[in-house]
C-alpha cells in the first residue's frame, strides 16, 4: 500500500511555468490518491543532483513511498563549488557564462554527457530494487545509439548501461513528457514547460500505473 508520493526531478516536476505547484502530474496523483505529497525537486539542476534527491528520499521513506522520478538534459552538469559548499548547475543556457563557458568550451561532450548520466540513472535503479518507482526522463539522447559504430570503443560501455537501464525508464508512449505533450496539443510555456493541461493529461496517462505498483 502507497503510503506517501515522491516526486525528484527538475523544473518539470518543481512546477516551473505553472501557476501553482500543485498542478504537476506527481502532486495530481497524490491529490488524486489522497496521500501526502513530498516533492524534491528543484528547477534548473542536473542529473547528479535529481540522484542526490533520490538518495535523500529513499533515506527519509524507505519501501512506504512510490518514487515519480524524471531525469533532464544530460549535457547539465552538477558541482559542489569549492568556495561555499553549495551545488551549482552549468547549463547551455549561460546562467553563469564564465563557468558555462569554460565547461563547454574545454570538457564537455556528448560521450561523457552519456557514460555519467547512464552511471546516475544505474545508481538509481538499483537503489531502488525492491521500492516501487516509475522513472521517466526528458532527454532522448541519454539512449540514442544512431551514430555509433562497432569500433567506436568509447560507446561499448555507454551500450551495457543503455542496455542496463532501458527497461526501467519509462515513456509517454515512446515520447519524452515534453514531445508528447507538444504532440498532444497541450500549451507549452517558452522555457518548454508543459502547462496545466498537459500536467492533467499526464496524471490520467499515469495514474492507473502507480496504483498497480
Not at 512546477?15 to 498542478?23: F, M, T, V
Not at 491529490?31 to 533515506?59: E, F
Not at 569549492?82 to 570538457?107: G, Q
Request: net charge negative.
Amino acid at each position: 500500500m502507497i503510503t506517501f508520493v515522491v516526486s525528484c526531478g527538475d523544473s518539470f516536476f518543481y512546477g516551473s511555468d505553472l501557476k501553482d505547484p500543485a498542478h504537476t502530474w506527481p502532486a495530481l496523483i497524490a491529490c488524486d490518491l489522497q496521500k501526502p505529497y513530498q516533492c524534491y525537486a528543484q528547477g534548473g539542476v542536473g542529473n547528479l543532483h535529481i540522484l542526490r534527491q533520490i538518495i535523500i528520499a529513499q533515506a527519509m521513506y524507505g519501501k512506504n513511498a512510490v518514487y515519480l522520478i524524471n531525469w533532464t538534459w544530460i549535457d547539465r552538469f552538477d558541482y559542489i563549488g569549492a568556495i561555499d559548499s553549495a551545488w551549482h548547475t552549468v547549463r547551455p543556457s549561460l546562467d553563469n557564462a564564465e563557468h558555462d563557458n569554460l565547461y563547454y568550451k574545454h570538457f564537455h561532450s556528448e560521450i561523457d554527457d552519456k557514460f555519467r548520466n547512464l552511471i546516475y540513472v544505474s545508481q538509481a535503479i538499483e537503489l531502488l530494487t525492491e521500492h516501487r518507482y516509475i522513472m521517466t526522463y526528458m532527454d532522448p539522447l541519454l539512449l540514442d545509439t544512431r551514430w555509433y559504430t562497432p569500433g567506436f570503443i568509447q560507446a561499448r560501455a555507454i551500450r551495457v548501461l543503455q542496455d542496463r537501464v532501458k527497461d526501467k525508464l519509462a515513456t509517454f508512449q515512446g515520447q519524452t513528457f515534453l514531445e508528447w505533450s507538444k504532440s498532444n496539443h497541450h500549451a507549452v510555456s517558452e522555457r518548454w514547460h508543459p502547462l496545466e493541461s498537459a500536467h492533467a493529461a499526464a496524471k490520467d496517462y499515469w495514474l492507473e500505473k502507480v496504483k498497480q505498483l
